[in-house]
Nanobody
Framework: QVQLVESGGGLVQAGGSLRLSCAAS????????MAWFRQAPGKEREFVAA????????SYADSVKGRFTISRDNAKNTVYLQMNSLKPEDTAVYFC?????????????????WGQGTQVTVSS
């Protein structure tokens, strides 16, 4: 079991940056694949970025590629999402998720553990 708590959301102007953090409980954080999803009002939750338990370059949705960067610090049990060049369409609640699956996935169904979400609002 792992518990996830997101932070770092807020209101930012278009073109600005935010860094989201997701702190995980437990001693086995380093064995989890981690991901960020987001959900805008009236829309389904969608994949944003993911990183395997071993790290690496990560996987990104086309809509954020080149602007967002996922990273993790296993010593701090934390995963981050650096968001640059933000656009109004990035406005959503952002969720951190964890998976023990052997394969890193972009699908919601593979992630059993979720945080409560943090609001990101980008004004035009």
């Amino acid at each position: 079991q792992v518990q996830l708590v997101e932070s770092g959301g807020g209101l930012v102007q278009a073109g600005g940056s935010l860094r989201l953090s997701c702190a995980a409980s437990g001693r086995t954080f380093s064995s989890y694949n981690m991901a960020w999803f987001r959900q805008a009002p009236g829309k389904e939750r969608e994949f944003v970025a993911a990183m395997s338990w071993s790290g690496g370059s990560g996987s990104y949705a086309d809509s954020v590629k080149g602007r967002f960067t996922i990273s993790r610090d296993n010593a701090k049990n934390t995963v981050y999402l650096q968001m640059n060049s933000l656009k109004p369409e990035d406005t959503a609640v952002y969720f951190c998720a964890a998976s023990r699956s052997m394969i890193m996935s972009t699908s919601l169904a593979h992630y059993a553990f979720w945080g409560q979400g943090t609001q990101v609002t980008v004004s035009s």
